[in-house]
Every structure is written in structure tokens, then in C-alpha cells.
């Protein structure tokens, strides 16, 4: 992979730099910044090397057009209390607003061009419009630094196309993230365990399918793990449940006896009369769901197991919380997993836009992980064994 330093002096240079500031919002407040703080060290090389930076990036799923919810002002404006220095947001992508911007910029300054998703040509599956777009951003740069980790699963032109248009090389983030992920996923000290969560199944059907040949064990928790239940033939009330993959979760755990890889579920459920912070909550047996509750996190014998599965692993990913940790009373699997993988001598990775940011707003300290990843979809991606063209770009 080309890294920054294949681009040779980057004195006078104007930088165009894809990050993913795809950052939570809660209005216009960032309720998690750690995408924004990721971006940091590759800007401040860039501009310690004598260079221009201008940040290109998206927010949100916006519709091709502009929409005022999905500006970038929140993480322009918290970027550049970061760095410590103006981030001059361009008002567009690549009109007017835009082309003054990047055009006055001067060596050690910072700009930044509107959500690329208010263009419907960066989404594309026309070639042909992705790399028209991809020329109008390259015709701001001399070079280009592909850096949102969180991105690089997607053939998108500010990803995909522009690195085939201008000198590219991968950001430290990037090089950090696939160095990380990497050691995880091809050749893993065990044993290997992963820690799978989040809502559906469907998401993470790939994942689970590759899983099933590397590692060791899969413990299974959040919403997905009632689907899991449910094709061992349990009750599970009204708690999530995709019933269309029944069939395909009753072949996971028949191929996992095949291979000899554990599968661990949960044995308790925290279960609830309604989907509230103060909802009533009981805990109950896992093929004990009562019919009118819903399941909203793994019980305390649970967090108990999967927490024992986690100490001796030499490798631990986790990916998904294991309950709704938004809310008090249901947090306590995702913080019992979170406290076993910091305790675990092994080597901890949190993949997932989700679970990192669990891990933050939870109050654990980042520096008893591994590493913790910026990338949601991406890192899934890699886990599952897939090439990411925004990487595949940035080959030698
Ligand atoms: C993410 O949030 O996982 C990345 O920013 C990618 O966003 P996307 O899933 O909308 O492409
Ligand atoms: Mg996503």
C-alpha cells in the first residue's frame, strides 16, 4: 500500500484528502467526535510537510442534493478546534464556493468542501459520472491522501475514482487501520474469539459465514442473537427476530459443530415489557423469553460467560453491542465485554462505528484496546475476507 511518503516533497502542494467525518449528530451537536479526533494526525503531516489541505468528506445518506441536517459545519467547526487553526468550509462541493476556497488556499491552511454525498454523482454505479466527479476534485489538488478508513469499502469517487486520477497514497489512519485489522484477520494468535452484536443478522451474514472457518469461538449477543435463539427452537417474545433467517442461522450452528468452532449464546436475557430507558425489566432464562417481553440485553450470567471466553483468547474482535447500551439498565453486557477485553492479555480489537462508539460514551479508556476501529462497514468487510477497492487503489 502507498503510503504519504511515496508522494514524494509536498512543500507548495494543495492535498485533497477523503476522510469519513461521518460523525453521530444530535442536531448539530457531535455526540461522538472520535472519527473527527482520527482524521487529526493526517492533516497535521500534511501540513507540517508544507502543504494545503482540503478535506473532502460525507455525513450521513443524503439523497444526491443538499440538505441543510447533513452539513459538515458541525465537524469543520470541531476539526479545527482540534487542530488548532481555521477550517474554511466551502459552501459547496465543486461550484463557486468551492473553487475560491481551495483556490486562495495557502501553504498550512485548512479547507473543507461540503458533504460529497450532496452530489449524486459520488454514489453512482455509472462510472462515467463518478469519474467526471472525481476530475472536478482532482482539479483542486496535486495529489491525493485517501484517509476515511470508514469508507474505503465503497467505489465511490471521492474513494475509488480520484485515486485514479492523481498521484494517491494512503493517510496514517488508513495505514494504522489495515495494519491493525490485518493482524486480526489473517493469521490470528489463538485462540481466536469474536464478539458479534448489533441489531440483524442480515448485516453480518458474511461475516459469520467466514468467521465460521478462522475462529475459535463466536459469542453472539444484541438483537441478532434472538434469531440465533429462535432457530435453536426458544421463545423470544417480541424481541427482535428475523424470522427469514432462521434457516440460515440453524446452518451456521450446524456448520460450527462441523468445524469444531464454539458457539457461545447467551444463557440469560434482561428482558423488558416495552423498549424504554424505565422500562420494567426482569431478568429471565434464555429459552424462557415470556411471551409479552422483550429481550434488550444479555443477563448477568451471560456477561459472566462471555467475559470467561474473552480472558484467554489470544485474539478478541468484537463487533455490535450486546444490548441497547444507549439506555442504563440495559448496558451492562456491552460494558462487561468491553472491561473483559481491556483485562485480556490478548490482542483486543473494537471494530464497528457502533461499538467504538459504546466503548467512549461508556467512559472506557481507549488505550486498553488494541485497537479501536473508525470504520462500521469496512472493518466488517475485511473480517469477512472481501477486497475494499478504496484499498485495492492504493496499491503500488
Ligand atoms: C460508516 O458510517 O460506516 C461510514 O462512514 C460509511 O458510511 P455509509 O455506510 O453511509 O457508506
Ligand atoms: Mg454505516
Redesign the pocket.
Known amino acids: 500500500m502507498k503510503t504519504i511518503d511515496s508522494l514524494g516533497d509536498l512543500t507548495g502542494k494543495k492535498v485533497l484528502v477523503r476522510s ?1 467525518l ?1 460523525v453521530p449528530l444530535d442536531g448539530t451537536t457531535i455526540t461522538d467526535d472520535g472519527r473527527v479526533r482520527a482524521s487529526v494526525p493526517t492533516i497535521q503531516k500534511l501540513l507540517g510537510a508544507g502543504a494545503a489541505v482540503i478535506v473532502t468528506a ?1 455525513l450521513g ?1 443524503p439523497k444526491g442534493a443538499p440538505e441543510d441536517k447533513y452539513s459538515l459545519a458541525p465537524a469543520a467547526a470541531r476539526l479545527a478546534e482540534l487542530l488548532g487553526q481555521p477550517v474554511t468550509l466551502a459552501e459547496d462541493l465543486v461550484g463557486e464556493s468551492a473553487n475560491a476556497v481551495t483556490a486562495a488556499l495557502e501553504p498550512g491552511q485548512v479547507a473543507m468542501l461540503e458533504n460529497v454525498r450532496f452530489d449524486a454523482r459520488e454514489t453512482s454505479k455509472v462510472d462515467e459520472e463518478r469519474q467526471a466527479l472525481a476530475a472536478e476534485l482532482a482539479a483542486f489538488a496535486d495529489v491525493f491522501v485517501s484517509d476515511g478508513f ?2 474505503v469499502h ?1 467505489k465511490q469517487a471521492s474513494v475509488y475514482d480520484v485515486a485514479q486520477i492523481l498521484p494517491a497514497a494512503a493517510g496514517t489512519l488508513v495505514e494504522k487501520e489495515v495494519v491493525s485489522l490485518s493482524k486480526a484477520v489473517t493469521d490470528p494468535a489463538r485462540p481466536y474469539a469474536v464478539v458479534l452484536g448489533g441489531s440483524k443478522v442480515s448485516d453480518k451474514l458474511g461475516v459469520i459465514a467466514n468467521l465460521l472457518t478462522k475462529a475459535d469461538r463466536l459469542l453472539i449477543g444484541g438483537g441478532m442473537v434472538f434469531t440465533f435463539l429462535a432457530a435453536k427452537g426458544y421463545e423470544v417474545g417480541s424481541s427482535l427476530l428475523e424470522q427469514d433467517q432462521i434457516d440460515t442461522v440453524k446452518g451456521y450452528l450446524a456448520t460450527a459443530e462441523a468445524n469444531g468452532v464454539e458457539i457461545v449464546l447467551p444463557t440469560d436475557i434482561v428482558a423488558a415489557d416495552r423498549f424504554a430507558a424505565d422500562a420494567d425489566a426482569v431478568v429471565v432464562a434464555a429459552d424462557a423469553i415470556p411471551a409479552d417481553r422483550m429481550g434488550l440485553d444479555i443477563g448477568p450470567d451471560s456477561a459472566a460467560l462471555f467475559a470467561s471466553k474473552i480472558a484467554d483468547a489470544k485474539t478478541i474482535v468484537w463487533n455490535g453491542p450486546m444490548g441497547v447500551f444507549e439506555m442504563e439498565a440495559f448496558a451492562n453486557g456491552t460494558k462487561a465485554v468491553a472491561q473483559a477485553m481491556i483485562d485480556s492479555e490478548g490482542f483486543s480489537v473494537v471494530g464497528g ?1 457502533d461499538s467504538a462508539a459504546a466503548v467512549r460514551l461508556l467512559g472506557f479508556d481507549e488505550a486498553g484496546f488494541g485497537h479501536i476501529s473508525t ?4 472493518s466488517l468487510e475485511l473480517l469477512e475476507g472481501k477486497v475494499l477497492p478504496g484499498l485495492a487503489v492504493l496499491e503500488g
Open positions: 469519513d461521518n460525507h445518506r470508514g469508507v465503497r462505528g470504520g462500521g462497514g469496512a
